[in-house]
């Protein structure tokens, strides 16, 4: 056997590595650019990878594939939600509607709750030292809101647009605020003089008053 001849047996290019895989050349050279692949130049010739590696790169990802454990993403219908919680669909809906408990729509199907979100969202319950789940969720309008604020219902409602304060629309009704959303939000205005100063208008808000279910 010639010299370069037993040189090219050393090596395998892109173009082989793509059809023993079944892919394009272009997504080799994107794996040899990332570094998946060892590759080396030979001479200052064009890019190609050792044979040897190549086959060993190969063992390790077969192995790699027959020994991982598969991770599926785990969800919770609105319904068996309502069943653990003992509360009508309707209930959770509402929740999921105010935000209270998060909720996806996986590849742009029915809603569904993530069973980890929603492990920790009835974990919070508990430390809060709730038993169950509320049976209804408070709102307040934005004109409630104004009051409690001494300002205008318009500056309100331009807190809204600005997502300084959280608001929903349940169900596709009127926008509406969760009242334990806003007191949070007044608690946060109350410790940081920054952002009250950042979102105060010139009439003053009082925080006394708060807001009381």
């Known amino acids: 056997m010639s010299a370069s001849n037993e040189s090219d047996s050393l090596f395998i290019t892109p173009g082989e590595v793509a059809q023993k895989l079944g892919v394009s050349p272009k997504r080799v050279y994107r794996m040899l650019d990332r570094g998946d692949i060892p590759s080396v130049r030979p001479y200052g010739r064009t890019r190609k ?7 060993a790169w190969l063992q390790a990802r077969e192995t790699s594939r027959r020994t991982a454990t598969p991770t599926p993403i785990d969800f919770i219908t609105p319904a068996e939600v309502a069943e653990k919680l003992g509360v009508k669909r309707k209930r959770v809906y509402q929740l999921m509607d105010s935000g209270v408990l998060p909720s996806v729509r996986p590849y742009g199907r029915t809603r569904k709750i993530l069973r980890e979100d929603f492990n920790a969202w009835l974990k919070g319950l508990r430390r809060d030292g709730q038993t169950t789940t509320p049976t209804a969720i408070d709102f307040i309008t934005p004109a409630e809101a104004a009051r409690i604020l001494r300002v205008s ?3 309100v409602y331009q ?6 304060i959280p608001s929903v629309r349940p169900r596709g009704r009127r926008r509406r605020i969760p009242r334990e959303a806003f007191n949070a939000w007044l608690q946060r205005l109350e410790t940081s003089a920054q952002t009250a100063s950042r979102v105060r208008t010139d009439d003053d808000i009082d925080f006394s008053e708060g807001v009381n279910p």
Do not use: A, K, Y
């Open 153 to 155: 219902p318009q500056r």
């Open 49 to 55: 990878i050792l044979r040897e590696d190549f086959n």
């Open 159 to 164: 807190l809204m647009d600005s997502g300084d």
